[in-house]
Nanobody, 120 residues
Framework: QVQVVESGGGLVQPGGSLRLSCVAS????????MGWYRQAPGKQRDLVAV???????NYAESVKGRFTISRDNPKNTVYLQMNSLKPEDTAVYFC??????????????WGQGTEVTISS
């Protein structure tokens, strides 16, 4: 199973930017579709963005045009560049292997995530 460690969260004012990182352990990372997900307080965990091994991407409608997912296979890392942040982006962000471009999580277990708070 791929183990992941997310980082890069923090407190940012509306309109600001953050870049999240997810470092995965184990071999085979370059073959996996990887996704970013988020869970706001009191809400379910939802897909934010997904990237396939070939670099195809898919985004939630709410983040299209503002967020960009990318990956660095030699570093076993997937990134989420978040621009024009809004208070409604406040959530704990997680990464996970995904089953495909639809972004359904592959594993039932999750890392600790990284907390993002957008507030003035």
């Amino acid at each position: 199973q791929v183990q992941v460690v997310e980082s890069g969260g923090g407190l940012v004012q509306p309109g600001g930017s953050l870049r999240l990182s997810c470092v995965a352990s184990g071999s085979g990372f370059n073959k996996y579709t990887m996704g970013w997900y988020r869970q706001a307080p009191g809400k379910q965990r939802d897909l934010v963005a997904v990237i396939t091994s070939g670099g195809n991407t898919n985004y939630a409608e709410s983040v299209k045009g503002r967020f960009t997912i990318s990956r660095d296979n030699p570093k076993n890392t997937v990134y989420l560049q978040m621009n024009s942040l809004k208070p409604e982006d406040t959530a704990v962000y997680f990464c996970n292997r995904a089953t495909g471009i639809s972004g359904i999580p592959y594993y039932r277990t999750w890392g600790q995530g990284t907390e993002v708070t957008i507030s003035s």
